[in-house]
């Protein structure tokens, strides 16, 4: 019982004492650990992986949960998603439940899948790692099959159902056109066709019959695997943060004074919400547009340096000459942002505006990672951006003190929402091919 009290809230310990006392300590203490084991679980492996700073020492104790011990609580995301979630609009979902609920499930299995990838090593959770905000918090630019760069940041998926444009660049507007980007993408999962991962799934035997109760007889194909990716991803929805309690559900008292005093900067001089919007009745901070910030002109720069610092694990890094460099790796390419799709030269440099819910639990922060905490994130636009000869018209130096600052990150900080069911509910998916095991090989010789 001194273990129970150990891990226990006092009032499930009592519960469970007293239920030991008559007799029924067992099913006492089953009841009294499923209560209390998803918060556990979650406080566990919650936020990004280990800081490895005194890592060879004795006392170190390690937060990283390897994925077959990892404790989930399976969520009825759909139900979740139907309650609506305070500050966010309604999400439209035309399907009905028990077939959105098979799509939804057979999607969360495809997303954690590696067996998807060419060498089965690469699943779309490995770049969009639920414990991590569905974003990457341990490395700026994400890393797909065989350590290619994919050269941009791994965004989050929270609220991803909301947006009109998709990726940085915009280059998509729908969750089914955008799944299937980084299956085939040659850096990312590499699979080098359609028809070859639909013949893929097809031969796995945990996926028999799963595509076609889903999909009225349907099996994998273009436009079910795509169906399924997205409607797993649409209902990762994510609301309810103290802000919003605060600002649209009336609690005047959720909200600390730094946290107030940051709202009116966000909404004052600070300038953010010019793009970062706030409405009436809901917020998604996101005007959906794009716009150009400096940042990737400041990459250009940087990649023309003599030397750069890299770090090696969190707090230990080394500068390292510009020649060593290149004689390992390719020097960063110049991005050119929206340009890319619209191929029109005012474009250059410009990226979607990202929304700022769950904005703590995503760093690092801008499309190419570079500022690593919501205090950098500020302190840029606090100095106005980056040089840039196309910078926006809304950037410009802001003038705030470091109590400004601060107060402003701590409004940031209240806009996290309700999302531990969201990575409980990730932890209890299957892994397919976990450290890249063997696949059957596709018929058709595709």
């Not at 998709?166 to 980007?181: K, S, V």
């Not at 850096?187 to 013949?199: C, H, K, L, R, T």
């Not at 205090?375 to 840039?388: E, L």
Request: aromatic share 8%; charged share 20%; net charge positive.
């Amino acid at each position: 019982m001194a273990a129970a009290d150990a891990v226990l809230p006092g009032r499930e310990a009592r519960r469970l004492r007293a239920m030991a006392g008559a007799g029924r300590w067992r099913r006492g203490l089953l009841r009294a650990w499923l209560l209390v084991a998803p918060s556990l679980a979650c406080a566990a492996t919650d936020g990004p992986g280990d800081d490895r700073r005194g890592y060879e020492e004795a006392h170190f104790h390690t937060r990283s949960i390897a994925v077959e011990a990892r404790a989930g609580a399976p969520a009825d995301l759909v139900a979740r998603a139907r309650r609506g979630q305070l500050g966010l609009p309604a999400l439209e979902l035309a399907v009905p439940d028990a077939v959105l609920s098979a799509r939804a499930a057979l999607g969360r299995k495809l997303f954690f899948d590696r067996r998807l990838s060419l060498n089965g090593t690469q699943s779309c959770a490995m770049c969009h790692i639920p414990e991590q905000g569905f974003a990457n918090n341990e490395i700026a630019i994400a890393v797909g099959i065989e350590g290619r760069s994919v050269g941009r940041n791994a965004p989050t998926l929270y609220n991803v159902a909301f947006m009109q444009v998709l990726f940085h660049d915009g280059r998509e507007r729908t969750l089914e056109q955008q799944a299937w980007q980084p299956i085939l993408h040659p850096n990312e999962m590499a699979s080098p066709s359609i028809g070859f991962v639909a013949d893929l799934i097809t031969a796995l035997p945990d996926y028999a019959g799963l595509f076609e109760a889903a999909f009225d007889g349907r099996g994998p194909a273009l436009e079910t695997v795509a169906e399924a990716l997205a409607t797993y991803q649409r209902l990762l929805v994510s609301g309810g943060s103290r802000f919003d309690r605060w600002y649209f559900g009336g609690d005047s008292a959720v909200l600390d004074e730094r946290e107030r005093r940051g709202f009116e900067l966000f909404t004052g001089r600070a300038r953010c919400a010019a793009c970062h919007l706030i409405g009436a009745q809901h917020a998604l901070f996101t005007d959906q547009r794009f716009h150009n910030t400096g940042v990737a002109w400041r990459r250009s720069e940087r990649a023309g340096a003599d030397a750069a610092r890299v770090w090696l694990q969190p707090g230990v890094s080394v500068t390292v000459s510009a020649e060593l460099i290149r004689a390992v790796g390719r020097p960063p390419a110049p991005d050119a942002g929206r340009q890319r799709v619209t191929r029109n030269p005012a474009d250059r440099g410009s990226f979607r505006t990202p929304g700022l819910r769950n904005v703590a639990l995503t760093a690092p922060y801008m499309h190419d990672g570079s500022l690593p905490t919501l205090a950098a994130v500020v302190a840029f636009y606090d100095r106005g951006g980056a040089p840039d000869p196309q910078l926006s018209p809304l950037i410009g130096p802001l003038g705030l003190s470091a109590a400004d600052r601060a107060d402003l990150v701590a409004f940031l900080e209240a806009l996290t929402g309700e999302y531990r069911s969201l990575v409980l509910d990730a932890f209890a998916a299957p892994v397919g091919a976990v450290g890249g095991g063997p696949r059957p090989a596709p018929e058709g010789g595709r």
